[in-house]
């Protein structure tokens, strides 16, 4: 059996225990679920979630398991620092990623799953303007830094949550059962991008590009603007 196959089966008694009764074992399944899960990446996690259901495993359950999962992950992501001033473009995303990531599970967390979502899609109009400064003002030094493919799979990211945005805008065929897996699959979607950018793309990103360019980007960052706050002056 591979080492994925055992975390699965192991994932599998988690979820059964955690369903069985959620609030007697919410504490010590987190607690085992992060020994579980620690040398699996936030995609793996996500690919078992969805075997367990083809396997039949019911969505409710994996819902209880999505909720310890995100919220132990966006705990791993917010510690993550990246040793930049705070005027620094890296530290404005990051700090952006903070609220996204805030916003995302007060929003799952919601008691009415129905206004979170119809609230959660005024937001994203509001977080295109994250996705245009990495777009058109990050990703054109990385590329010019011979960095090309990471900015690409970045922006399909970037497509595939404006795609969940646009359903969310329809507001078609939503009850707050439905409503509530909305809300976990763009805060998993969200996650796992987050994710990559703080392993993958920002390192890559202070390594390669120069300060008088971080300062070029800073002033392109200006001009698109901010939604969660006001950053620090050049």
């Known amino acids: 059996m591979s080492a994925i196959e055992n975390e699965k089966e192991l994932l599998k008694k988690l979820i059964k225990k955690l369903h069985k009764n959620p609030e007697k074992n919410t504490e010590a399944v987190k607690q085992e679920f992060s020994k579980t899960v620690k040398e699996l990446t936030p995609v793996e996690i996500s690919l078992i979630e969805q075997e367990l259901i083809k396997e039949g495993i019911s969505p409710d359950s994996i819902m ?34 903070k609220d996204i990531l805030n916003t995302l599970t007060n929003k799952r967390k919601h008691d009415k799953p129905l206004q979170a979502l119809e609230e959660l899609s005024e937001y994203l109009n509001d977080v295109e303007r994250y996705f245009q400064k990495e777009e058109n003002s990050l990703f054109p030094y990385l590329e010019k830094h011979e960095m090309e493919q990471p900015p690409k799979i970045m922006w399909k990211e970037h497509d595939s949550i404006r795609k969940l945005r646009k359903r969310l805008a329809t507001k078609q065929n939503f009850n707050n059962e439905t409503a509530k897996k909305m809300l976990i699959q763009v805060e998993e979607t969200f996650s796992n991008h987050i994710y990559k950018e703080h392993k993958i793309l920002f390192p890559a990103a202070v390594k390669l590009i120069s300060d008088d360019e971080w300062v070029e980007i800073r002033k392109q960052f200006d001009d698109i603007g901010y939604f969660s706050f006001i950053p620090s002056m050049l």
């Open 64 to 97: 209880l398991m999505c909720d310890v999962h995100l919220d132990m992950f966006k705990k791993a992501i917010v510690e993550e620092e990246i040793n930049v001033e705070p005027w620094h473009p890296i530290h404005i995303l990051m700090e952006e990623h």
